[in-house]
Nanobody, 115 residues
């Protein structure tokens, strides 16, 4: 089992920044990926950005150039730096940890971009 705890969500004005963090604990594999998905009201959950334990990243076109994902393998944490936020970034952001065999999710943290 792997437990994930997210932090850093909140309310921010358009153009502002937020930093999400996710810490993991439990049976952490040496080979894994971690990242973030989001779900807006009435929409399906979608990929935001993911990063492998080797540092390879993948992100949605809608956040490229604005969001940066990073991880600290020594602390089993992943971060999402979100800049130039837009109202359409409003969603519940979920941290995820996955390997070839399993996937775990955090409880989600609300990000609201509004003036």
């Amino acid at each position: 089992q792997v437990q994930l705890v997210e932090s850093g969500g909140g309310l921010v004005q358009p153009g502002g920044s937020l930093r999400l963090s996710c810490s993991t604990s439990g049976s952490i594999s040496n080979f894994n990926s971690m990242g973030w998905y989001r779900q807006a009201p009435g929409k399906e959950r979608e990929l935001v950005a993911v990063i492998t334990n080797e540092g390879r990243t993948n992100s949605a076109d809608s956040v490229k150039g604005r969001f940066t994902i990073s991880r600290d393998n020594t602390k089993n944490t992943v971060h999402l730096q979100m800049n130039s936020l837009k109202p359409e970034d409003t969603a519940v952001y979920y941290c995820t940890y996955y390997t070839l065999w399993t996937q775990y999710w955090g409880q989600g943290t609300q990000v609201t971009v509004s003036s």
